[in-house]
């Protein structure tokens, strides 16, 4: 749960370790998407079905998906290769024995779910955790057919398991503490974003979207709007690729109406499916998508839609079911939408957002919610920075995956304040900041500077490039070390803010990149300025400039970062260099293509290289970077070269203060608008050179 400050939870698996070897039962679609992922992320996973002939069906779509990720080249052949073969295909449950956590991934049915479980107690280690995959029955009734109910959870995963983020993990009355803590930080390793749900019906996700998917069906049977205007409609108020008619089309329209039946019985009629979306199944036919959208409805669609949403949401905020922070993220992740259920009342303000409600409410004869009627005009309070205090270090973790922790204003401002309670707090020695989701850091929020442009509001730009500064200069002078914890991307503002600690951990997993001259704009939180104190001038010209991702093992070479650790093993490390009990580790040499790289950007040759022109000798990657060079913005190129040998005449202090300086300059022109629209628009900027 997202927390001003608590104590930080233990974390064992199996026998006080780490999860690492997954059995999942189940070889249908979920079931081998889930051991996939698992298998692509690490782990040693042994993939079980009743038939042979279903886990064949399922190594070959595996191997589909695994062909799929390498013709698109998010995967290189020798990663699809090495989860294959961290895979097994088996029939044998006794083969379960070795595994620390086993994954039920069959049917919907409670019996059957029931006798698994029980078959699973013969042969699974004592320490073993189980967890399920359901997505609509009692977690706490499945675990009664156990002998380990302190160690069974729910996991229930979102289509598809391999692309989509998203595991709500749900524990029971009486769930261990640490197995629990051991579920999480395993999703978190896998690839997932898991979010802290309790054993109610639908959980957190399917409690709002499946009413979602029902008062769509329930508009069209009253005649309120017709299928290809309720999908527009959601389509545009929701900022999704799919309407609810299209959506119940490609799951099942069955599986939606089944879903409607799970929550009425636990909640009652309002969740109910409606007639005609029981029609619909009996007619065992997809929805008739086709026909132009009435756009004069679309407001009144997007009305109800929201209203429900929102009542709903309000309802399991009440029932404190999950986080207000992890029922948006719900939202955001697993069912992609622009914004959560308590962001949109945010955006929107109370006065709306509860005309909503009221009329929600006045259609379905249901209660108006307290925690609405109480809250005044006041917004919703959402926190992203979550502080871990244990054995004197302060673990302040960015917990706002859904943006990838982009640094708009709200999450600086919550991280400012936790970094200063964190150095006011006594039992504090040290600092270790961290980050949940891939990305350690996705840099600033690109929309406020667009929309701040758009406004010629220069000066808001001016005010937040200062207080970044600000609150990277407070990390860096901070009496109590801070260290990051870098396991994942870093980019523009995240890899600045790296910069400005005391020291930097990093996983294999770990990239820093300053990608703004491709943006028309150049690294305004001090990237001009520590990166060539830390790798010498000709070295930063070359990342800065070109905007060339930086990995792990070149950060360790470089010094940049001063441990390369596993992810299980990174935390403990930088916790030792935050409290003062450990020193850097031994640097490698450079190698040889930065060698070649930073004499390419040397005086004598930098003027060709700025050119396009790599030397030779010069690695591929690095001189595909330097041939890039031409098409970014050349303004930017120019203030960024300039800054980096200017503020190397000075103090530090002094080369902010010019960065600082030159902001307003560099975002009034022409190039920077063009580059941050077409980032936000998806498509190659154009620059002019103004």
Same mark, same amino acid.
């Given at each position: 749960?997202?927390?001003?400050?608590?104590?930080?939870?233990?974390?064992?698996?199996?026998?006080?370790?780490?999860?690492?070897?997954?059995?999942?039962?189940?070889?249908?679609?979920?079931?081998?998407?889930?051991?996939?992922?698992?298998?692509?992320?690490?782990?040693?996973?042994?993939?079980?079905?009743?038939?042979?002939?279903?886990?064949?069906?399922?190594?070959?779509?595996?191997?589909?998906?695994?062909?799929?990720?390498?013709?698109?080249?998010?995967?290189?052949?020798?990663?699809?290769?090495?989860?294959?073969?961290?895979?097994?295909?088996?029939?044998?449950?006794?083969?379960?024995?070795?595994?620390?956590?086993?994954?039920?991934?069959?049917?919907?049915?409670?019996?059957?779910?029931?006798?698994?479980?029980?078959?699973?107690?013969?042969?699974?280690?004592?320490?073993?955790?189980?967890?399920?995959?359901?997505?609509?029955?009692?977690?706490?009734?499945?675990?009664?057919?156990?002998?380990?109910?302190?160690?069974?959870?729910?996991?229930?995963?979102?289509?598809?398991?391999?692309?989509?983020?998203?595991?709500?993990?749900?524990?029971?009355?009486?769930?261990?503490?640490?197995?629990?803590?051991?579920?999480?930080?395993?999703?978190?390793?896998?690839?997932?974003?898991?979010?802290?749900?309790?054993?109610?019906?639908?959980?957190?996700?399917?409690?709002?979207?499946?009413?979602?998917?029902?008062?769509?069906?329930?508009?069209?049977?009253?005649?309120?709007?017709?299928?290809?205007?309720?999908?527009?409609?959601?389509?545009?108020?929701?900022?999704?690729?799919?309407?609810?008619?299209?959506?119940?089309?490609?799951?099942?329209?069955? !599986?939606?109406?089944?879903?409607?039946? #799970?929550?009425?019985?636990?909640?009652?009629?309002?969740?109910?499916?409606?007639?005609?979306?029981?029609?619909?199944?009996?007619?065992?036919?997809?929805?008739?998508?086709? #026909?132009?959208?009435?756009?004069?409805?679309?407001? +009144?669609?997007?009305?109800?839609?929201?209203?429900?949403?929102?009542?709903?949401?309000?309802?399991?905020?009440?029932?404190?079911?999950?986080?207000?922070?992890?029922?948006?993220?719900?939202?955001?992740? *697993?069912?992609?939408?622009?914004?959560?259920?308590?962001?949109?009342?945010?955006?929107?303000?109370?006065?709306?957002?509860?005309?909503?409600?009221?009329?929600?409410?006045?259609?379905?004869?249901?209660?108006?919610?307290?925690?609405?009627?109480?809250?005044?005009?006041?917004?919703?309070?959402?926190?992203?920075?979550?502080?871990?205090?244990?054995?004197?270090?302060?673990?302040?973790?960015?917990?706002?995956?859904?943006?990838?922790?982009?640094?708009?204003?709200?999450?600086?401002?919550?991280?400012?304040?936790?970094?200063?309670?964190?150095?006011?707090?006594?039992?504090?020695?040290?600092?270790?900041?961290?980050?949940?989701?891939?990305?350690?850091?996705?840099?600033?929020?690109?929309?406020?500077?667009?929309?701040?442009?758009?406004?010629?509001?220069?000066? +808001? !730009?001016?005010?937040?490039?200062?207080?970044?500064?600000?609150?990277?200069?407070?990390?860096?002078?901070?009496?109590?070390?801070?260290?990051?914890?870098?396991?994942?991307?870093?980019?523009?503002?995240?890899?600045?803010?790296?910069? +400005?600690?005391?020291?930097?951990?990093?996983?294999?997993?770990?990239?820093?990149?300053?990608?703004?001259?491709?943006?028309?704009?150049?690294?305004?939180?001090?990237?001009?300025?520590?990166?060539?104190?830390? !790798?010498?001038?000709?070295?930063?010209?070359?990342?800065?400039?070109?905007?060339?991702?930086?990995?792990?093992?070149?950060?360790?070479?470089? *010094?940049?970062?001063?441990?390369?650790?596993?992810?299980?093993?990174?935390?403990?490390?930088?916790?030792?260099?935050?409290?003062?009990?450990?020193?850097?580790?031994?640097?490698?040499?450079?190698?040889?293509?930065?060698?070649?790289?930073?004499?390419?950007?040397?005086? *004598?040759?930098?003027?060709?290289?700025?050119?396009?022109?790599?030397?030779?000798?010069?690695?591929?990657?690095?001189?595909?970077?330097?041939?890039?060079?031409?098409?970014?913005?050349?303004?930017?190129?120019?203030?960024?070269?300039?800054?980096?040998?200017?503020?190397?005449?000075?103090?530090?202090?002094?080369?902010?203060?010019?960065?600082?300086?030159? !902001?307003?300059?560099?975002?009034?022109?022409?190039?920077?608008?063009?580059?941050?629209?077409?980032?936000?628009?998806?498509?190659?900027?154009?620059?002019? *050179?103004?």
């Amino acid at each position: 749960m997202s927390k001003a400050a608590s104590v930080e939870p233990k974390t064992v698996g199996r026998a006080g370790g780490a999860i690492r070897t997954v059995g999942v039962v189940g070889a249908g679609t979920m079931g081998a998407g889930i051991a996939q992922k698992l298998a692509m992320e690490g782990s040693r996973v042994l993939l079980v079905d009743q038939g042979a002939a279903y886990l064949d069906k399922a190594r070959a779509s595996i191997e589909a998906v695994l062909a799929e990720g390498q013709a698109r080249r998010v995967l290189r052949p020798q990663e699809a290769k090495a989860a294959l073969e961290r895979m097994t295909f088996t029939t044998d449950l006794a083969e379960l024995k070795s595994a620390d956590l086993i994954i039920e991934a069959i049917y919907e049915d409670p019996e059957a779910k029931r006798s698994l479980f029980a078959r699973l107690e013969a042969v699974a280690a004592p320490e073993a955790i189980f967890a399920s995959n359901t997505s609509s029955l009692s977690v706490a009734e499945l675990a009664r057919s156990t002998r380990r109910p302190a160690r069974f959870v729910g996991m229930h995963f979102f289509y598809h398991p391999v692309k989509n983020r998203l595991v709500e993990v749900i524990g029971i009355e009486g769930t261990d503490p640490a197995a629990y803590a051991a579920v999480l930080d395993f999703s978190r390793a896998a690839g997932k974003t898991p979010i802290e749900v309790k054993d109610r019906p639908g959980f957190a996700v399917n409690r709002f979207f499946v009413p979602w998917l029902n008062e769509a069906a329930r508009m069209l049977e009253e005649g309120f709007a017709d299928v290809p205007t309720i999908d527009a409609a959601a389509r545009e108020a929701f900022g999704v690729g799919l309407g609810p008619f299209a959506l119940m089309n490609a799951t099942g329209v069955p !599986i939606a109406c089944h879903a409607a039946e #799970g929550l009425a019985r636990g909640l009652g009629a309002f969740y109910a499916p409606a007639a005609r979306l029981k029609r619909q199944v009996d007619e065992k036919a997809p929805w008739a998508l086709d #026909g132009a959208p009435d756009r004069s409805r679309f407001a +009144a669609v997007a009305e109800r839609l929201w209203g429900v949403v929102f009542w709903v949401a309000v309802c399991l905020d009440a029932e404190a079911a999950a986080t207000r922070e992890d029922i948006d993220r719900g939202a955001r992740i *697993g069912l992609r939408w622009a914004r959560g259920p308590f962001e949109e009342m945010n955006a929107r303000g109370f006065a709306s957002s509860a005309d909503c409600v009221r009329a929600v409410c006045a259609r379905h004869s249901l209660e108006f919610p307290e925690a609405l009627a109480s809250r005044g005009a006041q917004p919703w309070p959402l926190r992203y920075v979550d502080v871990l205090i244990s054995n004197g270090v302060a673990r302040i973790v960015l917990n706002r995956p859904e943006t990838l922790n982009a640094l708009d204003e709200t999450l600086a401002s919550q991280f400012f304040d936790a970094v200063r309670a964190a150095q006011k707090e006594p039992k504090v020695r040290g600092i270790v900041l961290e980050s949940r989701g891939k990305a350690f850091m996705a840099g600033a929020d690109v929309k406020f500077f667009a929309r701040s442009i758009d406004a010629g509001d220069f000066d +808001a !730009i001016l005010a937040f490039t200062r207080f970044g500064q600000e609150l990277l200069r407070a990390i860096e002078t901070s009496a109590k070390p801070v260290v990051a914890l870098v396991d994942g991307a870093a980019l523009g503002g995240g890899t600045e803010l790296a910069l +400005a600690c005391r020291a930097r951990v990093v996983t294999p997993r770990a990239v820093f990149r300053l990608p703004e001259t491709s943006l028309g704009i150049y690294p305004g939180l001090g990237g001009t300025q520590r990166l060539p104190r830390l !790798i010498g001038k000709e070295l930063a010209k070359f990342y800065v400039l070109t905007g060339a991702p930086l990995g792990a093992k070149e950060a360790l070479a470089l *010094g940049l970062a001063q441990a390369l650790a596993p992810a299980e093993e990174a935390l403990a490390r930088a916790k030792e260099l935050a409290r003062g009990e450990a020193t850097a580790a031994s640097r490698p040499a450079l190698p040889r293509e930065l060698v070649t790289v930073r004499e390419a950007f040397s005086e *004598g040759l930098l003027a060709g290289t700025l050119a396009g022109q790599a030397p030779v000798g010069c690695d591929p990657a690095a001189a595909k970077a330097i041939a890039g060079l031409p098409k970014r913005a050349p303004l930017a190129l120019k203030f960024a070269e300039e800054l980096i040998e200017g503020g190397l005449k000075g103090s530090l202090e002094n080369g902010l203060e010019l960065e600082l300086s030159r !902001i307003v300059e560099i975002f009034k022109t022409a190039d920077a608008r063009e580059g941050l629209n077409a980032l936000l628009e998806r498509r190659a900027p154009t620059f002019r *050179g103004a």
